[in-house]
């Protein structure tokens, strides 16, 4: 078995909410809640769920942006944990983001080319010569002209901002790309666009890439492995194409129900999904999604699921998994 390049193991993330008098924390969200992940070379993690489940988070611990409050990432082998400065440097290039917000994520006071020529300053080693024509290429491969490369965010269009943050993330050559809803904030007319400039780019640089996103058919077109995450944890697990045709887990199901689809007869009959998302500051015992889950019963309260497995390598967290009379009642 290929050896993972990214490894995430029992990753929790818990943020203070408010203050005692004592200074001590009123409240901590867990953002993130025991996550198990693995990225292998040149394939394509999908990450899904709803807003506010945590994917950006982890995103964030992935690229060591941020950092777990209990559990280890590791990267090529070695923990991004307990690393120097000038370590962390030196490992940053070879893992590099593409941001939700396009505008947001450039330097206000930097031009197209300035941002492009960042990483190469600080990776690459080459001279002003060299970077100069590099960033010319870079520009040329991922769709801008010349005459955008002097100009500053504001004036470009989010589609061309999104253009210079990818020759930015690529122009240190990483092996992991981490794309953070790539193209949530842009014109569905440019949307293809940039995916497909993503896939292109991926493939022709064998590079490993995570897909953020909430929207479940961009996922599926261009993951190999799809993660799907409720309230912090991983609730299942697989190659995109058994998620997507046989889901196991409740909210799985529920969130593909919910897809629009042009015919009504090819429609599934939508789940009986009851109350409202649960507030992060108070979720649920047991299994988080219980609350809202068709198909719950007492024990659900009360044990934490874990993902079994469903087949070789498809897996769910649903203490119900493989009970025929569960998923009857759920899929009609």
Not at 116 to 121: D, G, H, T
Request: glycine share 8%.
């Amino acid at each position: 078995m290929m050896e993972a390049l990214l490894q995430i193991d029992g990753v929790s993330r818990e943020f203070p909410v408010g203050r005692h008098a004592t200074g001590q924390p009123r409240h901590l969200v867990r953002a993130v809640d025991g996550v198990d992940l693995s990225l292998a070379p040149g394939e394509t993690l999908g990450l899904v769920g709803e807003s506010g489940c945590g994917k950006s988070t982890l995103a964030r611990i992935m690229m060591a942006l941020d950092h777990p409050t209990r559990g280890a990432v590791r990267f090529g082998g070695a923990p991004w944990s307990g690393l120097t400065a000038r370590e962390l440097k030196s490992r940053r290039g070879r893992i590099q983001m593409i941001f939700q917000d396009p505008v947001a994520s450039l330097n206000p006071r930097m031009t197209a080319r300035a941002c492009i020529a960042e990483p190469l300053i600080n990776f690459s080693g080459l001279n002003r010569h060299a970077i100069a024509l590099r960033v010319a290429e870079l520009a040329a491969q991922v769709g801008l002209s010349d005459h955008h490369l002097d100009r500053f965010a504001h004036e470009l269009s989010g589609g061309q901002c999104q253009r210079v943050g990818i020759a930015r993330a690529i122009a240190a050559e990483p092996d992991v790309l981490i794309a953070d809803e790539p193209v949530s904030a842009l014109d569905v007319s440019i949307q293809a666009q940039i995916l497909n400039l993503l896939l292109d780019i991926k493939q022709r640089m064998g590079l490993a890439m995570v897909f953020v996103s909430h929207d479940l058919s961009v996922v599926r077109h261009v993951a190999d492995r799809t993660a799907v995450m409720y309230l912090g944890r991983i609730v299942e697990t697989g190659p995109s194409e058994q998620v997507f045709s046989d889901p196991q887990h409740p909210y799985t199901q529920m969130l593909l129900n919910s897809v629009p689809h042009p015919l009504p007869a090819a429609r599934h009959r939508k789940p009986e999904v009851r109350g409202e998302l649960p507030s992060p500051l108070s979720p649920p015992s047991g299994c988080h999604f219980r609350t809202r889950c068709p198909i719950a019963i007492e024990t659900c309260a009360v044990e934490v699921p874990v993902c079994g497995p469903v087949g070789a390598v498809h897996r769910a967290a649903c203490l119900r998994l493989g009970e025929e009379t569960g998923r009857d009642r759920l899929n009609g």
